[in-house]
């Protein structure tokens, strides 16, 4: 079974430093990930995902995330905060072969940007 | 513009009754999803369609109920049996229903009972 943790329910960075939002994955098979941004009261709006075509996958609004295989991993960056970029960030998971039975969902990490 | 609709964006439901959420895509996708999102609990899948006329439980089915007449909507019905129904709901789909099909979201129901 897939399953996602996200490192940290809350951070908070200052405007101008580095993003780093953590997301570990569990997946028997090869997996696909995806993340997404939720402003508040909205839906959720793709960043970027990674589909085994390259381990860096630049995403819009100037987000990166690497996949690392033998750490599990698929973190989130930014090189410089934006207080825009405050928001509600997930990271999703689904599978190689698997069906059409929907993402799983870390449980997300909010974003604070300090001015 | 393509994309997907929700309403109504808030909706309130005294508690026994059923209340039906709406959602409809113009995207001509053939698989859509249903979600309900609690404050730090991330997404949870209640139900999905792959194409007209079929659907399959996600992981917290009960108490929910929906339907898929027709390719472009999928409405979800909560019912009286559903416990704690207050959440935020999203509407989703996808091309085909793939695994690395990207899924894209509507705007959601705010639900509250009374």
Known sequence: AQSVTQLGSHVSVSEGALVLLRCNYSSSVPPYLFWYVQYPNQGLQLLLKYTSAATLVKGINGFEAEFKKSETSFHLTKPSAHMSDAAEYFCAVSEFGGGADGLTFGKGTHLIIQP | ?114
């Open chain 2, 1 to 114: 513009d393509g994309g997907i609709t929700q309403s109504p964006k808030y909706l309130f439901r005294k508690e026994g009754q059923n209340v039906t959420l709406s959602c409809e895509q113009n995207l001509n996708h053939d698989a859509m999803y249903w979600y309900r999102q609690d404050p730090g609990q991330g997404l949870r899948l209640i139900y999905y369609s792959q194409i007209v006329n079929d659907f399959q439980k996600g992981d917290i089915a009960e108490g929910y109920s929906v339907s898929r007449e027709k390719k472009e909507s999928f409405p979800l019905t909560v019912t009286s049996a559903q416990k704690n129904p207050t959440a935020f709901y999203l509407c989703a789909s996808s091309m085909g229903g793939l695994a690395g099909d990207t899924q894209y979201f509507g705007p959601g129901t705010r639900l509250t009972v009374l």
